[in-house]
């Protein structure tokens, strides 16, 4: 029913009418409708579909926003008769973007109180402090977390928690540090779709869909947000995709470095960005791109941590593989993995189709996140230059692609909790923002061409 109320707004305005007012109208329509939907499915779905039926039906809404952005940036823009805001002006949306971040303080502020402890719930929290704690007393943070009935090895990398420094000085509750970033990321792109974008509704709205990710988690998250830290990734993605649609290499080296060093999860992207970047930009701005992440790589990580042990990867990798392997055994009795209850990705499907020990089938489901992964990395650069850089410029490519292996990657994998995907979130509002500034015809951005 979602997907035929989705596709009806296609033809809500006529197509006929494609130059005047009512086209960018038309898109901020259709673009609500895919966001509310992906949230909408990924939040109740399972009492529509069930668990099974569910992780099909998120990923082909899911998927329908990087269709609709193909579909509409490959097309002639819109002829705009709106009047440009004035340079000055745009700062009064980048005032907007905040503001509607900060409209859910106060029912985030009674989830926080809600779930006053978050170790009750979760191991995330407590290890992130550890971590933290242990580095602000010169102690080695890279060691097992004592939790009183098990010790969880942390994978965190290094600015997921080191800006716990921030919280711990001001004296507050360290899980307001994400959302404060959180903050600042939307205005960030809020300011970057109004230099962009003409018309006055589509702008509101792109400055209105992070915040709308984050009211789904108040209403329907229960326990998500509060005993968790993902608030600060979302906001490093949001940087991110900023930087695309900014055509900034300063904002988006900046948001490199940040996600880089929060998550592994880029790894997967960045040699496509890379080959982008090098093939269609100018040479010193690789240079000065990666002259920037390599360092702080090696100060930030490699030297302080991974040169003093080099099994904390490899510790924590195994330690996660544990993790997804005992989430696949079930806990109580009888036996209940507790996200595959969620129905939002295909993990179930995984296990139901290989054979073996748990620990086979989450191998073998790495297997095919994998292999899905390197598919979409070398594949899309291949693509891009066979087919599509004469229709679609590198930095929205990479916009897409940023989407589609984020997605792929919480779709296919072995173990994904619902509060993964508030960074998917960011990423549709931002492709949604891109279509719209697209569409209000004041975009001046052509395709690709080697350099």
């Known amino acids: ?52 039926i569910n992780p099909l039906v998120f990923l082909l809404v899911s998927m329908a926003i990087p269709f609709w952005y193909i579909q509409q940036l490959t097309q002639e823009r819109a002829k705009s008769q709106a009047t440009e805001t004035a340079p000055g002006r745009w700062w009064i949306w980048a005032l907007a973007g905040l503001f509607f971040m900060a409209l859910p303080y106060e029912e985030l502020r009674k989830s926080f109180v809600a779930f006053a402890v978050p170790r009750d719930y979760s191991d995330v929290i407590p290890q992130l402090e550890t971590l933290y704690h242990r580095f602000r007393d010169g102690i080695f943070p890279y060691a097992p977390v004592d939790m009183g009935t098990y010790q969880p090895y942390p994978v965190y990398m290094p600015l997921h928690w080191l800006p716990i420094a921030i919280t711990d000085w001001l004296g507050i509750d360290s899980r307001w540090l994400g959302y404060g970033f959180l903050g600042l990321a939307a205005a960030v792109f809020s300011f970057a779709i109004a230099k962009n974008t003409q018309h006055w509704i589509p702008r509101v709205m792109s400055a209105l869909l992070p915040s709308l990710a984050m009211w789904a988690y108040i209403l329907w998250g229960g326990m998500d947000i509060p005993v968790s830290h993902e608030l600060i990734i979302a906001a490093y993605y949001l940087l991110l995709a900023t930087g695309l649609l900014l055509r900034n290499p300063w904002v988006t080296g900046l948001a490199l470095i940040a996600c880089i060093l929060s998550r592994y999860t880029l790894a997967f992207w960045l040699p496509l960005f890379a080959l982008l970047m090098w093939f269609y930009a100018p040479k010193k701005q690789s240079f000065a791109t990666w002259g920037a992440v390599l360092p702080a790589f090696l100060l930030l990580y490699f030297i302080p941590f991974y040169l003093k042990d080099t099994s904390i990867l490899s510790t924590g990798i195994a330690y996660h593989n544990h993790a997804a392997i005992d989430e696949w055994k079930g806990y109580g009795e009888p036996p209940v993995s507790w996200s595959f209850e969620r129905g939002i990705y295909f993990a179930p499907h995984l296990k139901a189709l290989f054979s073996g020990d748990m620990a086979h089938r989450v191998t073998m489901s790495r297997v095919v996140q994998g292999s899905l992964m390197l598919v979409l990395c070398f594949g899309g650069f291949f693509f891009y230059q066979r087919r599509w850089r004469s229709k679609m410029e590198w930095h929205d490519y990479s916009l897409l692609m940023l989407y589609l292996i984020i997605a792929c990657f919480y779709f296919f994998g072995p173990l994904t909790y619902r509060y993964y995907l508030i960074v998917l979130f960011m990423l549709s509002a931002a492709l949604i923002a891109r279509v719209l500034s697209h569409s209000s015809g004041n975009d001046q951005v052509e395709a690709s061409t080697p350099t």
């Open 1 to 52: 029913m979602i997907l035929l109320a989705i596709l009806s707004t296609f033809w809500l305005i006529p197509r006929h009418r494609k130059n005047s007012y009512f086209w960018p109208m038309r898109n901020v329509i259709i673009g609500l409708a895919l966001f509310l939907a992906q949230l909408l499915v990924c939040f109740l779905g399972t009492a529509v579909w069930g668990k099974w």
